[in-house]
């Protein structure tokens, strides 16, 4: 059994979407960050850096933050969405970097500044959405002639799509990038993504392109 803290954010969905998707066991302890909850004292015992996702594993007591460790920790402890195989293995985890490291700190920028304080800071606004524009790009490229970021579904597609599904408060047209948008539809279509979208409280349906 896992217990899992999260919130209605991409990087917590990533926990959950996994979590469904290996169909294992685990209880849902919802954080508030808009009521400062991240900061209690219990929590950061399992989460020193006071943000969600996080895990503890009742087999052994280990707990977990940081959703890219938290990936892949379910899937070595399941042998699933993780290819054995080194190279593709390497490719998977370099994808799951790229997002930890890009897709994830500069769009959660854009839903600050774009989204939450539109006109107050126009050079972050302008900053962040060329580089939400290019790192869309990237990703369009990348899935180009590919079903998935990597092979098969893997623990990459499942730490891009959470921030993919915030298109439009980032304010991107995904007719723009086709290959991001049919990737991204699929994986929307999925009964654990569905499923795991809606934890720990649903607050609306997983938003479709049009
Ligand atoms: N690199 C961390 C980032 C986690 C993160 O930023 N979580 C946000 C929600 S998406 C959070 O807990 N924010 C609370 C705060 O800013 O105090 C991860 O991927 O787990």
Redesign the pocket.
């Known amino acids: 059994m896992i217990d899992l803290y999260t919130?209605t954010?991409?990087?917590?969905r990533?926990a959950s979407i996994a979590l469904e998707e290996l169909q294992l066991p685990y209880t849902v302890h919802a954080?508030d960050?808009s009521k400062?909850e991240?900061?209690k004292p219990e929590f950061l015992k399992i989460s020193p850096?006071?943000?969600?996702?996080a895990i503890v594993d009742s087999a052994s007591g280990f707990s977990l933050?940081?959703?890219?460790a938290?990936l892949l920790y379910l899937a070595e402890k399941t042998g699933k969405l993780l290819p054995k195989d080194t190279e593709k293995r390497y490719r998977v985890i370099e994808w799951l970097m790229w997002q930890?490291g890009g897709i994830?700190?500069m769009l959660?920028q854009v839903h600050h500044f774009v989204k939450y304080n539109k006109g107050k800071a126009p050079y972050a606004e302008e900053r962040y959405l060329k580089e939400a524009h290019r790192l869309y790009g990237v990703l369009e490229r990348r899935l180009t002639g590919r079903d998935f970021v990597v092979d098969d579904y893997s623990i990459a597609d499942i730490a891009i799509w959470p921030w993919i599904s915030r298109f439009e408060w980032q304010t991107i047209d995904l007719n723009q990038y086709p290959n991001v948008k049919r990737w991204y539809v699929a994986i929307a279509q999925r009964p654990a993504v569905q499923k795991g979208y809606k934890v720990p409280k649903d607050v609306g349906e997983v938003p479709l392109p049009t």
């Open positions: 919130w954010t991409p990087n917590g990533k954080v960050i400062d991240q900061f850096n006071n943000r969600i996702p933050m940081e959703s890219g938290i930890m994830g700190p959660g």
